[in-house]
């Protein structure tokens, strides 16, 4: 992954920096479904980076 691309994708939003889903998704060459499904599986991996 070119590093230009994610920092493209990053966006700041009420203060903090966010990756959208479909942005994520395409990073990692998934469906967006896919990728949710991933999260809601394993919200605590998730949660650390909040």
């Keep these: ?3 230009e691309l ?3 994708s990053i ?5 903090k920096k966010v990756i959208l889903d479909f942005e994520l998704a395409k990073m990692y060459q998934v469906e ?3 990728l949710k499904q991933a999260v809601r599986r ?4 998730f949660l650390a980076f909040a």
Aim: glycine share 6%.
């Design 1 to 3: 992954m070119e590093i």
């Design 6 to 8: 994610i920092k493209n």
């Design 11 to 15: 966006l700041e939003v009420r203060g």
């Design 32 to 34: 967006t479904r896919s």
């Design 42 to 45: 394993n919200i605590e991996r």
